[in-house]
């Protein structure tokens, strides 16, 4: 029994011990961009800066908060998140509904389509013409339409409905709730678990997603975050002025380009502590069914 406890206690110790060398090492990039935007632009360039400031300053964020075309870019990422995740669950929750239910004709079939879909796709130049086509190219459409569904999430929402008792609709049934009532004012507060789950899947692939805007959008005005942030580091492109009339630098190029990264970053941080109660539940999402 001793021997047991022993055993147990250092594979409970070697877990920890592995556990926070992981978190470690996924902390440490985040901790280096964090200190970079904090430190002046010598400590930068001289490769002084690891995971703390060195001469703290803030000159980086003063310059970012003063462009416009930040402003432009993270407005319209807000609103890609908002429109773009309200689109897919609705979608998603109004697709997941009936293939979830054993009764549908062609259930099947439209299963296999779904998944097909998650094997094969049409490619990159007849999305772009179909696109072009239904005269969707420099709009937020082109943003959010093509993306309205996830074949995955879709498969995880159904099979999340499919773990709710039969019993309850029935006895909705009974009480004559048709099939919007029973969707919306039983399965979805059932299913709030799966739902905060998808949702903030949902808003991270709109967050960080650039690809589209940058094949679809050739307004400067319709650039989301990412497109600002990858336009300054892959293309060095900015309006921001580094220097000030005697022509020394105010912040390293380096510095500027972390503390839009910093900026890029946080609106995810500070939505998840909002949703974390959900994925006790939510990590198990899909894995039950009847």
């Excluded at 003063?62 to 402003?71: E, G, N, T």
């Excluded at 696109?131 to 999430?153: G, I, R, Y």
């Excluded at 990858?230 to 580094?242: A, K, Q």
């Amino acid at each position: 029994m001793r021997q047991r406890t022993l055993s147990f206690a250092f594979g409970s110790a070697a877990n920890h011990l592995l556990l926070a060398l992981f978190g470690m090492v996924t902390l440490f990039p985040f901790l280096h961009v964090l200190a970079q935007s904090l430190s002046s632009q010598t400590a930068v360039v001289s490769n002084q800066v690891t995971i703390f400031p060195v001469d703290f300053q803030i000159e980086a964020y003063k310059l970012l908060l003063r462009d416009q075309a930040f402003y432009q870019s993270f407005g319209i990422s807000i609103v890609r998140v908002v429109a773009g995740v309200a689109i897919n669950m609705a979608v998603t929750s109004l697709m997941a509904y009936p293939l979830s239910r054993k009764d549908l004709k062609g259930r099947s079939l439209i299963m296999n389509m779904v998944i097909f879909t998650m094997l094969f796709q049409g490619g990159l130049i007849p999305s772009f013409l179909l696109l072009k086509e239904l005269h969707m190219l420099d709009t937020l459409w082109a943003l959010l339409l093509p993306s309205a569904v996830s074949a995955f999430n879709l498969i995880l929402l159904k099979n999340f409905f499919q773990s709710i008792p039969v019993s309850l609709e029935e006895s909705a049934k009974m009480d004559g709730a048709g099939h919007d009532t029973i969707l919306w004012r039983i399965y979805m507060p059932l299913s709030m678990p799966a739902v905060a789950t998808l949702t903030l899947f949902y808003a991270v692939m709109h967050w960080n997603t650039y690809f589209d805007a940058v094949m679809y959008i050739s307004n400067p005005e319709l650039n989301p975050l990412q497109v600002y942030l990858r336009n300054m580091i892959v293309l060095n492109d900015s309006n921001i002025e580094l220097t000030n009339n005697t022509g020394l630098f105010l912040v390293s190029p380096e510095t500027l380009k972390a503390a839009t990264i910093m900026a890029s970053v946080i609106p995810m941080i500070l939505i998840y502590p909002f949703i974390q109660k959900y994925f006790a539940k939510g990590v198990m999402l899909g894995s039950l069914k009847e």
